[in-house]
Nanobody
Framework: VQLQASGGGLVQPGGSLRLSCAAS????????MGWYRQAPGKPRELVAT???????NYADSVKGRFTISRDNAKNTVYLQMNSLKPEDTAVYYC?????????????????WGQGTQVTVSS
């Protein structure tokens, strides 16, 4: 299974970016997908998650500015980031909690994408 993230870059404060992350490979189902971020010298933190049914969860610091969505048919999760602030600068990682069929059995695994840099600076 691979998670391919894209959409990062350099943006001015107040600007917008849209991140995408597509999961591919031997996937039976994806239970939840999400975005995490890690700024230099800080631990990785949750940004937003979304379940297969569309339930969402956001970090308090991004509520009202970021929107997570997913396309189940494409196994893709998106993060629309608006009103970006310098403190949003970080490497953003996508995550997928998915099930794989191994023989007759289903196993649940957690996968991470490679990370995409988001820099908010004037």
């Amino acid at each position: 299974v691979q998670l391919q993230a894209s959409g990062g870059g350099l943006v001015q404060p107040g600007g917008s970016l849209r991140l995408s992350c597509a999961a591919s490979g031997s996937i039976f189902s994806i239970n939840a997908m999400g975005w995490y971020r890690q700024a230099p010298g800080k631990p990785r933190e949750l940004v937003a998650t979304i379940t297969s049914g569309g339930s969402t969860n956001y970090a308090d610091s991004v509520k009202g500015r970021f929107t997570i969505s997913r396309d189940n048919a494409k196994n893709t999760v998106y993060l629309q980031m608006n009103s970006l602030k310098p403190e949003d600068t970080a490497v953003y990682y996508c995550n997928a909690d998915l099930s794989q069929l191994v023989g007759p059995l289903l196993y649940e695994y957690d996968y991470w994408g490679q990370g995409t840099q988001v820099t908010v600076s004037s």
